[in-house]
């Protein structure tokens, strides 16, 4: 069974701090991917980042930045120098398959930016 | 606006009775996702159409259908409803490649009373 742990229900931080948002995972697959997306206080789901099992290397763009470690299946998500706009709540998500389909969401962090 | 329309944005209706979500997916795109978002569950993914033929199941009641059609829109078909199908119901649509970018709608958020 898959499983995906984001134990920061919310977090608050005040404008320009960076902040890391976490997310541990659990899985019996040896090929699985992992998802970042947003949801913004409007309620639309916005996708982040794809990442699968294979490739460790971090990414980053602009502000957003993924650490990957299979080490301590974890998958965070930091994101440099807040702004008020990246108020939402952030979900990480697993699938054994390659696609989108049959992934298993976290709960979910709610992040809110302070200006 | 990601180019995925969802129809209608707000749905109020009665236990026991059968609705019917639609779903247009961004130009071209040929696989389209449903996802359920409620209070109970979080989110979950419900199943997976491409080009018109079902590709992946997840937890979909019994009580809930979904198809695809030939110009592409999708339509999910929620019957017997009961309180607890009240929720956010999105679709997410990409062109069909493994490594395509997935654009959601705007959701249909369904009450049962």
């Known amino acids: 069974a898959q499983k995906v742990t984001q134990a920061q229900t919310e977090i608050s931080v005040v404008e320009k701090e960076d902040v890391t948002l976490d997310c541990v995972y659990e899985?019996?697959?040896?090929?699985?991917?992992l998802f970042w997306y947003k949801q913004p206080p409007s309620g639309e789901l916005v996708f982040l980042i794809r990442?699968?099992?294979?490739?460790?290397q971090n990414e980053i763009s602009g502000r957003y930045s993924w650490n990957f470690q299979k080490s301590t299946s974890s998958f965070n998500f930091t994101i440099t120098a807040s702004q008020v706009v990246d108020s939402a709540v952030y979900f990480c998500?697993?699938?054994?398959?390659?696609?989108?389909?049959?992934?298993?969401f976290g709960t979910g962090t709610k992040l809110q930016v302070i200006p | 606006d990601s180019g995925v329309t969802q129809t209608p944005k707000h749905l109020i209706t009665a236990t026991g009775q059968r609705v019917t979500l639609r779903c247009s997916p961004r130009?071209?795109?040929?696989?389209v996702y449903w996802y359920q978002q409620s209070l109970d569950q979080g989110l979950q993914f419900l199943i997976q159409?491409?080009?018109?033929?079902?590709?992946a199941k997840g937890n979909i009641l019994e009580r809930f259908s979904a198809q695809q059609f030939p110009d592409l829109h999708s339509e999910l078909n929620l019957s017997s409803l009961e309180l607890g199908d009240s929720a956010l119901y999105f679709c997410?649509?990409?062109?069909?490649?493994?490594?395509?970018?997935?654009?959601f709608g705007p959701g249909t958020r369904l009450t049962v009373l």
């Open positions: 997410a649509s990409t062109p069909g490649t493994p490594t395509d970018t997935q654009y």
């Open positions: 899985t019996r697959d040896t090929t699985y991917y």
């Open positions: 990442r699968n099992s294979f490739d460790e």
């Open positions: 998500a697993l699938s054994f398959s390659g696609g989108y389909q049959k992934v298993t």
């Open positions: 130009s071209g795109d040929l696989s």
């Open positions: 159409y491409y080009n018109g033929e079902e590709r």
